[in-house]
């Protein structure tokens, strides 16, 4: 049940980089069939179950191992300034060697994408001024904000939507994200394949009706280029030009968030307690619902026992591990409890490479197909077929999932049944 071991780091090396200002990255030299580390991990699972906790104890493992780790977090909450020992504000402070902190606050976040917009503005003229009469520090906050700022800000962290290197920016080899709620990373997971859906009907708008014509060029413009994508402004690109740039972006970001050695969910839970463990069953299914991979579970918990070990087979083929009890009271001895960790739980957090249990599997033989879903049950499953049989689309979880049949398997579903946490659907 264990993870394949992992070679450990051979050498840290301290490179120079070039620029204006002079810093020092840390480069890491593993030794042959070494993995690298994940570049975004977050920890899903049921309120109090010890998902800052352990957020605080990956992102001091980390910064241990020689990674320039940064830990994220949204939430007013003071536990992780607890545990970490250090005040976490909104802007980037060193906490520790190798490890920086920053507090995701939207408000105060609003502000520089607005004043991207009314520099954009101000060149096309498209809202005539009154772009620029509107005072960000002003604005609430709306539902949906806080996401979409929190993408925005991980992204500066990692620089994962650029091709281009930018040596005045920060960057890190692991964000690890504490984010306010499990729900709202589901929603995250699954964000880019939905707004590929949205963009579809909005682009069939702009191009098939007149208002559309008429107003997406302006529109366009001003989105693209406060948004930048890739470094890359609209200046004599066609509108076809810049909605296919914007398609193959989010086309990018869903592979980027489907890849486990990019980013990787961890599930916890507390072993002690039934509703917190089948928290997590849930949401392991909710996770591969909105198209991500779960690369592991932990127990948080006091002391790890054979009937804990129970808990850890209902959880296979994840590998399965625990992590130290840490009292929220006051700061933690961080030297004492890194040393605490098992070889098990380091590798797991370093190793998220395993062979993942596919989430979907096609058997052109018997015209099957087969989905997997842990923490479900085949009554709070619903399939439909659109587009003459070539899709099925699977409700569950608050989440629905499209999948597209092989062209050899296309037609109408003929049966289901759900056989050891597997839905499977045949195709007539």
Same mark, same amino acid.
């Given at each position: 049940?264990?993870?394949?071991?992992?070679?450990?780091? $051979?050498?840290?090396?301290?490179?120079?980089?070039?620029?204006?200002?002079?810093?020092?990255?840390?480069?890491?030299?593993?030794?042959?069939?070494?993995?690298?580390?994940?570049?975004?991990?977050?920890?899903?699972?049921?309120?109090?179950?010890?998902?800052?906790?352990?957020?605080?104890?990956?992102?001091?493992?980390?910064?241990?191992?020689?990674?320039?780790?940064?830990?994220?977090?949204?939430?007013?909450?003071?536990?992780?300034?607890?545990?970490?020992?250090?005040?976490?504000?909104?802007?980037?402070?060193?906490?520790?060697?190798?490890?920086?902190?920053?507090?995701?606050?939207?408000?105060?976040?609003?502000?520089?994408?607005?004043?991207?917009?009314?520099?954009? #503005?101000?060149?096309?003229?498209?809202?005539?001024?009154?772009?620029?009469?509107?005072?960000?520090?002003?604005?609430?906050?709306?539902?949906?904000?806080?996401?979409?700022?929190?993408?925005?800000?991980?992204?500066?962290?990692?620089?994962?939507?650029?091709?281009?290197?930018?040596?005045?920016?920060?960057?890190?080899?692991?964000?690890?994200?504490?984010?306010?709620?499990? =729900?709202?990373?589901?929603?995250?997971?699954?964000?880019?394949?939905?707004?590929?859906?949205?963009? &579809?009907?909005?682009?069939?708008?702009?191009?098939?009706?007149?208002?559309? &014509?008429?107003?997406?060029?302006?529109?366009?413009?001003?989105?693209?280029? $406060?948004?930048?994508?890739?470094?890359?402004?609209?200046?004599?690109?066609?509108?076809?030009?810049?909605?296919? #740039?914007?398609?193959?972006?989010?086309? @990018?970001?869903?592979?980027?968030?489907?890849?486990?050695? @990019?980013?990787?969910?961890?599930?916890?839970?507390?072993?002690?307690?039934?509703?917190?463990?089948?928290?997590?069953?849930?949401?392991?299914?909710?996770?591969?619902?909105?198209?991500?991979?779960?690369?592991?579970?932990?127990?948080?918990?006091?002391?790890?026992?054979?009937?804990?070990?129970?808990?850890?087979? @209902?959880?296979?083929?994840?590998?399965?591990?625990?992590?130290?009890?840490?009292?929220?009271?006051?700061?933690?001895?961080?030297?004492?409890?890194?040393? $605490?960790?098992?070889?098990?739980?380091? =590798?797991?957090? &370093?190793?998220?490479?395993?062979?993942?249990?596919?989430?979907?599997?096609?058997?052109?033989?018997?015209?099957?197909?087969?989905?997997?879903?842990?923490?479900?049950?085949?009554?709070?499953?619903?399939?439909?077929?659109?587009?003459?049989?070539?899709?099925?689309?699977?409700?569950?979880?608050?989440?629905?999932?499209?999948?597209?049949?092989?062209?050899?398997?296309?037609?109408?579903?003929?049966?289901?049944?759900?056989?050891? &946490?597997?839905?499977?659907?045949?195709?007539?």
């Amino acid at each position: 049940m264990a993870p394949s071991l992992l070679a450990s780091v $051979s050498q840290i090396l301290a490179v120079p980089r070039t620029g204006s200002r002079s810093r020092r990255r840390l480069v890491i030299a593993c030794s042959a069939g070494a993995t690298a580390p994940p570049k975004l991990v977050t920890f899903l699972g049921k309120g109090g179950s010890g998902k800052t906790t352990a957020a605080a104890v990956a992102a001091q493992y980390y910064a241990s191992e020689g990674l320039r780790t940064c830990l994220v977090i949204q939430s007013q909450d003071p536990t992780a300034e607890q545990l970490m020992g250090c005040k976490i504000g909104n802007s980037l402070a060193e906490c520790a060697a190798n490890l920086s902190t920053i507090k995701l606050e939207t408000s105060k976040m609003l502000l520089e994408p607005l004043d991207r917009l009314k520099k954009v #503005d101000a060149q096309i003229n498209l809202t005539q001024g009154v772009l620029e009469a509107v005072v960000g520090e002003e604005l609430g906050v709306l539902p949906g904000m806080d996401s979409v700022c929190s993408v925005l800000a991980v992204q500066k962290l990692l620089n994962f939507f650029s091709t281009q290197k930018n040596s005045s920016q920060e960057e890190f080899d692991v964000v690890v994200y504490d984010c306010n709620n499990t =729900e709202e990373i589901l929603r995250l997971i699954g964000a880019t394949e939905r707004v590929r859906s949205y963009l &579809r009907y909005v682009r069939d708008l702009a191009d098939k009706t007149d208002i559309g &014509r008429l107003a997406s060029p302006s529109l366009m413009r001003l989105i693209y280029d $406060s948004a930048r994508p890739n470094g890359k402004t609209s200046e004599g690109k066609l509108s076809s030009e810049l909605w296919n #740039d914007i398609e193959q972006l989010l086309q @990018k970001i869903s592979v980027w968030f489907a890849d486990p050695s @990019k980013f990787s969910c961890f599930l916890i839970m507390d072993p002690r307690r039934s509703i917190s463990v089948s928290s997590a069953l849930r949401y392991w299914g909710c996770t591969t619902q909105a198209g991500g991979n779960i690369c592991g579970a932990f127990g948080y918990t006091e002391q790890p026992s054979e009937m804990h070990q129970g808990v850890a087979e @209902k959880f296979l083929p994840l590998p399965f591990s625990f992590l130290p009890f840490l009292p929220t009271e006051s700061s933690a001895d961080w030297s004492r409890t890194l040393n $605490s960790l098992s070889q098990n739980t380091k =590798e797991l957090l &370093r190793n998220t490479s395993n062979k993942l249990y596919p989430s979907v599997s096609f058997d052109s033989v018997q015209k099957s197909v087969t989905l997997f879903m842990p923490g479900f049950d085949k009554s709070e499953i619903k399939l439909y077929q659109y587009r003459g049989g070539s899709e099925l689309l699977i409700e569950a979880g608050d989440q629905r999932r499209v999948v597209k049949l092989p062209q050899a398997m296309q037609g109408k579903v003929g049966g289901a049944k759900f056989v050891d &946490r597997n839905l499977i659907v045949t195709i007539r």
